[in-house]
């Protein structure tokens, strides 16, 4: 079972109250049926995605409705009861899950599509809908999410908000804070906060949803979402080429923005070492043969002719020039434009990206990094690393959206140690800070980060965040030992 949290990083738990049996009557009478408290159901609820952080809360609250919401915070903010907002769970820095004993409050139950445009092509749903499940509702409609990533089938909008994931489109689509036009918020002391805005343009005042995308549950409980989503492309195209050296990726990279243009929608790399783990935990194949690096390149366009064109002169270029050693595509038909005589289906290809996270937790405990940097010194952290650690560390491998100038440092080891820690941090983020880099590009810093913010902001920057928590969430009931160090 994995170690309390409590217990591992030695934390102490801040001066709450605790749940009693009248809180629990006052739970069930406001949602009947939707408040649990039987610990064998509340065990994957208390615990991370990547098992690495628990804690053991005792009562999972699953609201239907943001006035529901709205009652449950005021009855704990004049009670003081710590509250944990949860949505898919599938936060990759110990964001959304319970320190100590916080009541988790799930938007599970929080699934409506409330309206969709087809004209604007603006959604607005409530907060616990799956992204999945949400972009084949589009898909019908001829729309699709602006966003996609991984944990698709598990993930909440209103979760994708509070972390402002990033993923897989942004390169095409930008980040959530171009495209979420609104948001619905309840806040600490149980007031809703409606800014569930459908437009386009809006200059009145503050952008106040601004400061509740990214704040990870520590400003208010997001409880519907208004997104602009972007016309399904009619062609999407799939290329997956291996690369010699990062320097060629990096080549490649320039080389396809200059002839891809408009229709390109994704690059994304990763190294031989996520290769070998893919291949070995879930028994994934290569398309192509072996090399250093690969490269997934999508196209996602309106003419499937045009596309097909411009990436096949793409990739004579790149293959004659020697920057790509091999190379397949899937294209809409499935057909085969290179080396190999089955047909490769997209799905394949993406799941070899897609799937990296899933085949690392077969490694063993994974140290996870989430880096922004200048994209030419991308890999050298990971190649630093990997000579820092040595034998210490199992792997250490790198992949992520290239083309956001995003890397995700890996490093597995048989089983989690305060001595591998010691040697990874602070070392990865004094080098990403001497780059002018980000510690969290796009995961966020929930519990195990927050204690690094000051190396990606300046101390007035998070003096003033602090502000703004200690001004909207007095009593700091909203997901605490989370996001900020301590004021004090
Ligand atoms: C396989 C895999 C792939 C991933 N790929 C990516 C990727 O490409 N890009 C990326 O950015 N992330 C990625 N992630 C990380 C994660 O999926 C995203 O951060 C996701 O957006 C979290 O959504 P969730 O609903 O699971 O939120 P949770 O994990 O439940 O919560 C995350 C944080 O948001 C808060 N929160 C959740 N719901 C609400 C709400 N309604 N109101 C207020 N606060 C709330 C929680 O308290 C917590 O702090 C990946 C994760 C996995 C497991």
Same mark, same amino acid.
């Given at each position: 079972?994995?170690?309390?949290?409590?217990?591992?990083?030695?934390?102490?738990?801040?001066?709450?109250?605790?749940?009693?049996?009248?809180?629990?009557?006052?739970?069930?009478?406001?949602?009947?049926?939707?408040?649990?408290?039987?610990?064998?159901?509340?065990?994957?609820?208390?615990?991370?995605?990547?098992?690495?952080?628990?804690?053991?809360?005792?009562?999972?609250?699953?609201?239907?409705?943001?006035?529901?919401?709205?009652?449950?915070?005021?009855?704990?903010?004049?009670?003081?009861?710590? /509250?944990?907002?949860?949505?898919?769970?599938?936060? =990759?820095?110990?964001?959304?899950?319970?320190?100590?004993?916080?009541?988790?409050?799930?938007?599970?139950?929080?699934?409506?599509?409330?309206?969709?445009?087809?004209?604007?092509?603006?959604?607005?749903?409530?907060?616990?809908?799956?992204?999945?499940?949400?972009?084949?509702?589009?898909?019908?409609?001829?729309?699709?999410?602006?966003?996609?990533?991984?944990?698709?089938?598990?993930?909440?909008?209103?979760?994708?908000?509070?972390?402002?994931?990033?993923?897989?489109? =942004? =390169?095409?689509?930008?980040?959530?804070?171009?495209?979420?036009?609104?948001?619905?918020?309840?806040?600490?002391?149980?007031?809703?906060?409606?800014?569930?805005?459908?437009?386009?343009?809006?200059?009145?005042?503050?952008?106040?949803?601004?400061?509740?995308?990214?704040?990870?549950?520590?400003?208010?409980?997001?409880?519907?979402?208004?997104?602009?989503?972007?016309?399904?492309?009619?062609?999407?195209?799939?290329?997956?080429?291996?690369?010699?050296?990062?320097?060629? /990726?990096?080549?490649?990279?320039?080389?396809?923005?200059?002839?891809?243009?408009?229709?390109?929608?994704?690059?994304?790399?990763?190294?031989?070492?996520?290769?070998?783990?893919?291949?070995?935990?879930?028994?994934?194949?290569?398309?192509?043969?072996?090399?250093?690096?690969?490269?997934?390149?999508?196209?996602?366009?309106?003419?499937?002719?045009?596309?097909?064109?411009?990436?096949?002169?793409?990739?004579?270029?790149?293959?004659?020039?020697?920057?790509?050693?091999?190379?397949?595509?899937?294209?809409?038909?499935?057909?085969?434009?290179?080396?190999?005589?089955?047909?490769?289906?997209?799905?394949?290809?993406?799941?070899?990206?897609?799937?990296?996270?899933?085949?690392?937790?077969?490694?063993?405990?994974?140290?996870?990094?989430?880096?922004?940097?200048?994209?030419?010194?991308?890999?050298?952290?990971?190649?630093?690393?990997?000579?820092?650690?040595?034998?210490?560390?199992?792997?250490?491998?790198?992949?992520?959206?290239?083309?956001?100038?995003?890397?995700?440092?890996?490093?597995?080891?048989?089983?989690?140690?305060?001595?591998?820690?010691?040697?990874?941090?602070?070392?990865?983020?004094?080098?990403?800070?001497?780059?002018?880099?980000?510690?969290?590009?796009?995961?966020?810093?929930?519990?195990?980060?927050?204690?690094?913010?000051?190396?990606?902001?300046?101390?007035?920057?998070?003096?003033?965040?602090?502000?703004?928590?200690?001004?909207?969430?007095?009593?700091?009931?909203?997901?605490?030992?989370?996001?900020?160090?301590?004021?004090?």
């Amino acid at each position: 079972e994995v170690m309390l949290t409590g217990e591992r990083y030695n934390v102490q738990r801040l001066p709450f109250s605790h749940v009693s049996n009248d809180d629990i009557a006052f739970f069930e009478r406001i949602m009947p049926g939707r408040v649990i408290t039987n610990p064998e159901e509340l065990k994957p609820f208390n615990v991370d995605w990547l098992k690495t952080v628990r804690g053991c809360s005792k009562l999972l609250l699953k609201p239907q409705t943001a006035a529901e919401v709205s009652q449950v915070l005021r009855y704990c903010y004049e009670r003081n009861l710590a /509250v944990n907002p949860q949505g898919g769970n599938t936060g =990759l820095v110990g964001g959304s899950v319970p320190v100590f004993d916080e009541i988790i409050l799930s938007t599970a139950l929080m699934s409506q599509i409330i309206s969709f445009d087809k004209v604007s092509g603006i959604l607005v749903c409530q907060a616990g809908c799956i992204l999945e499940n949400l972009n084949q509702y589009l898909e019908e409609k001829g729309f699709i999410m602006p966003l996609d990533l991984g944990a698709k089938g598990s993930c909440h909008i209103g979760g994708n908000v509070a972390t402002n994931a990033g993923g897989l489109r =942004l =390169l095409r689509y930008g980040s959530l804070r171009g495209t979420v036009l609104g948001l619905e918020v309840v806040l600490a002391d149980g007031s809703v906060l409606d800014c569930l805005a459908s437009l386009r343009k809006d200059n009145t005042g503050y952008d106040l949803k601004q400061l509740f995308i990214g704040s990870e549950g520590t400003l208010g409980i997001i409880t519907a979402v208004s997104i602009l989503c972007p016309q399904k492309p009619e062609a999407v195209n799939l290329a997956f080429l291996g690369c010699q050296s990062f320097t060629q /990726v990096l080549k490649t990279f320039t080389t396809c923005r200059a002839m891809l243009g408009e229709v390109l929608s994704a690059y994304e790399f990763m190294d031989d070492k996520c290769m070998e783990l893919v291949k070995k935990h879930l028994k994934l194949s290569s398309p192509v043969s072996e090399s250093p690096f690969y490269v997934l390149i999508e196209t996602s366009g309106s003419n499937s002719t045009h596309d097909e064109e411009k990436l096949n002169n793409f990739l004579e270029q790149v293959m004659t020039s020697g920057l790509v050693t091999d190379g397949t595509v899937a294209t809409d038909e499935k057909k085969i434009k290179a080396s190999h005589h089955f047909p490769i289906l997209k799905s394949m290809l993406w799941s070899l990206r897609e799937r990296i996270t899933e085949a690392l937790t077969h490694d063993g405990y994974v140290y996870k990094y989430d880096i922004s940097l200048p994209v030419g010194k991308l890999y050298d952290l990971v190649t630093d690393t990997r000579a820092r650690l040595g034998q210490c560390a199992k792997n250490v491998v790198g992949y992520g959206h290239l083309g956001d100038g995003n890397l995700h440092l890996n490093i597995t080891a048989e089983s989690y140690s305060h001595s591998l820690l010691d040697a990874i941090e602070p070392f990865v983020y004094e080098w990403t800070a001497r780059c002018n880099g980000s510690i969290s590009a796009e995961h966020g810093l929930g519990f195990k980060k927050k204690c690094f913010i000051q190396y990606s902001k300046p101390k007035e920057a998070v003096f003033l965040m602090q502000r703004f928590k200690a001004m909207l969430d007095p009593k700091g009931i909203l997901n605490p030992y989370k996001t900020l160090p301590s004021s004090s």
